[in-house]
């Protein structure tokens, strides 16, 4: 059981890393693992500032990943538009968007139950 979380730490980690690589903006991690019938443990939540920014972050994201961890999102979906771009790898699902469809959507609002950390940039 420890070294599943031990992966989930690293994959977040390095998904971090990868979205501040390219100044990816308002991070959020939402811990749903005391949320009962939940798709997967953690979502990743940020935001690009444009259609090109939110393909960047993607695109930096599955590289990093790739790199460090030789792992890769099970799903991909949202990269037609790239406004709302889902990365899904299992127990961690990274969600890029771009200001104004985050604001639609809300979906933090929607996992209010869920632990959320604020990550800190410098940028």
Request: glycine fraction near 4%; aromatic fraction near 8%; include cysteine.
């Amino acid at each position: 059981m420890t070294k599943k979380n031990t992966n989930a730490d690293q994959l977040i980690s390095v998904i971090i890393s990868g979205i501040e690589d390219v100044k990816g903006k308002e991070i959020n991690i939402l811990d749903l693992r005391e949320i009962e019938n939940t798709v997967c443990d953690y979502f990743i939540i940020c935001e690009g500032t444009s259609n090109t920014q939110v393909n960047a972050i993607v695109n930096s994201v599955q590289k990093k990943v790739s790199k460090e961890l030789k792992d890769h999102p099970w799903h991909t979906e949202g990269l037609d538009n790239a406004e709302w771009v889902l990365m899904d790898y299992v127990n961690v699902v990274v969600h890029v968007f771009q200001k104004q469809i985050r604001q639609y959507y809300d979906i933090e609002s929607l996992w209010g139950d869920a632990k959320t950390t604020v990550i800190q940039t410098s940028y």
